[in-house]
């Protein structure tokens, strides 16, 4: 089977077999966390790095009077908190959405698998770098694309994100998010974001029961959102089963 870290670090630079085989053998202890779980709380100081492989978790922040600012959706091959290898803290939290699958390795074990491969280093500093370019285009979500525009968006980087890891199912992709989930990743009310959901089925650009989603329409979706995945870094190679849609992939 696939790794999706691997999948996911060899868009970002070659590796050779044995760099493959440490990431392996770093990787190696795997549990299973359930759904809607905290996995960290802002102030917490780690001592072992988490890397999802199945499902999906989310980093948010909670203000003072509780209500919640979702950062981003974290999908498989993606390090969870990795920032706290080099700041040890947290200045985010995470929670599970569904059930996960998860890696877990020691942050001495990183240092050492880091230090070991300058490949290996490298594409670690870029998909730190591509995590960072996800940021900054949620900024701009936020402050100037429009509701249906948000939304629109928010499906497609999903999209193109467990494409590009080999989690696209034959029913589309799965995603457990409530629609006050979407809301607080958009910053919209959940009333709101049912309208746009029911105006983006309507006009048959996605379909979506609260548990997957698909993209009947991708041409017409991503220009809706105005979406480009020059952001995402997104390579397809060879481990990748299923087909980035060809106006996601980098030219």
């Excluded at 059930?99 to 490949?119: F, G, Q």
Aim: charge should be negative; hydrophobic fraction near 45%; proline fraction near 4%.
């Amino acid at each position: 089977m696939s790794h999706p870290l691997l999948m996911k670090l060899k868009q970002a630079m070659p590796l050779s077999s044995d760099e493959e085989a440490a990431i392996r053998l770093a990787l190696g202890h795997w549990k299973v966390i359930p759904s809607r779980q905290h996995i960290a709380c802002e102030g917490d100081r780690p001592k072992k790095t988490t890397v999802l492989l199945d499902g999906l978790m989310y980093r948010y922040v909670t203000m003072a009077d509780g209500r919640r600012q979702i950062l981003s959706f974290i999908v498989p091959g993606d390090f969870c908190d990795l920032s706290a290898v080099v700041e040890g803290w947290m200045d985010h939290a995470i929670s599970t959405l569904g059930a996960c699958t998860v890696a877990v390795i020691e942050h001495d074990s990183l240092d050492r698998l880091i230090n070991s491969s300058h490949a290996i280093r490298t594409a670690l500093w870029r998909d730190t770098l591509r995590e960072a370019a996800i940021h900054r285009v949620w900024v701009s979500n936020l402050g100037r694309r429009s509701a249906y525009e948000r939304l629109a968006h928010l499906f497609c980087e999903i999209a193109v994100r467990l494409d590009a890891v080999g989690m696209k199912r034959t029913c589309g992709y799965d995603f457990m998010a409530t629609q006050t989930d979407i809301g607080d990743a958009v910053g919209l009310s959940a009333v709101h974001v049912n309208r746009m959901l029911q105006q983006l089925r309507c006009q048959n650009l996605i379909t979506y029961n609260g548990n997957t989603f698909a993209i009947p329409d991708w041409e017409r979706l991503a220009e809706i959102a105005g979406f480009s995945a020059e952001y995402l870094r997104i390579e397809p190679c060879d481990d990748v089963p299923v087909s980035i849609p060809p106006s996601a992939q980098l030219v």
